[in-house]
T-cell receptor
Framework: AQSVTQLDSHVSVSEGTPVLLRCNYS??????LFWYVQHPNKGLQLLLK??????LVKGINGFEAEFKKSETSFHLTKPSAHMSDAAEYFC????????????FGAGTRLAVHP | DTEVTQTPKHLVMGMTNKKSLKCEQH?????MYWYKQKAKKPPELMFV???????INESVPSRFSPECPNSSLLNLHLHALQPEDSALYLC???????????FGPGTRLTVT
């Protein structure tokens, strides 16, 4: 069965410094992986997706993620944090078997300090 | 247009009330989803509709009743809810297996 582990529940960075949000997945096949962001009291917005094309995936707002099969990881990075990046981030895998059920990680709360 | 809309944005209801949540998408997606999200938790899947038919019910109590009137609309009828049902209710749609889901802004429900 598929699963997702987000290794940090909270990450705090200073504005202008790099962001690293870590995600490991477990899957017996080549998965579809996503990162979503959720600002307070808002819905989820898709940041980027991996669907077995290029292993380095570029998303919106300067975020990117690298799929590493050997490490079963899909870490999210951004070179320079902005105050508006403060939010909850979810790493998600799409479950095989129809109906596109999503399996969510527990989430990482990103705080950005001036 | 990748927008999913949800109404109302906020809803306060008593335990004896009947209310409905509405979701709409015009992306031609044939799969639509209802999620429940409690504070500081990831969304939990409630229902999946595929081609306007209920495909998955994640053992949701019968006080929640979904309906898919057509391929663009999804409703969630609420009756005799409990205070612990207070949460953010999210709707999403998707092209299908392996594709991303697009989420609406959610309805913040408070049961008094």
């Amino acid at each position: 069965a598929q699963s997702v582990t987000q290794l940090d529940s909270h990450v705090s960075v200073s504005e202008g410094t790099p962001v690293l949000l870590r995600c490991n997945y477990s899957s017996s096949y080549s998965p579809s992986l996503f990162w979503y962001v959720q600002h307070p009291n808002k819905g989820l917005q898709l940041l980027l997706k991996y669907t077995s094309a290029a292993t380095l995936v570029k998303g919106i707002n300067g975020f990117e993620a690298e799929f590493k099969k050997s490490e079963t990881s899909f870490h999210l990075t951004k070179p320079s944090a902005h105050m508006s990046d403060a939010a909850e981030y979810f790493c998600v895998v799409s479950e095989l078997g129809g109906y596109n059920k999503l399996i969510f990680g527990a989430g990482t709360r990103l705080a950005v300090h001036p | 247009d990748t927008e999913v809309t949800q109404t109302p944005k906020h809803l306060v209801m008593g335990m004896t009330n009947k209310k409905s949540l509405k979701c709409e998408q015009h992306m031609g997606h044939r799969a639509m989803y209802w999620y429940k999200q409690k504070a500081k938790k990831p969304p939990e899947l409630m229902f999946v509709y595929s081609y306007e038919k209920l495909s998955i019910n994640e053992s949701v109590p019968s006080r929640f009743s979904p309906e898919c009137p057509n391929s663009s609309l999804l409703n969630l009828h609420l009756h005799a809810l409990q205070p612990e049902d207070s949460a953010l209710y999210l709707c999403a749609s998707s092209q299908g297996e392996g594709y991303e889901q697009y989420f609406g802004p959610g309805t913040r429900l408070t049961v008094t």
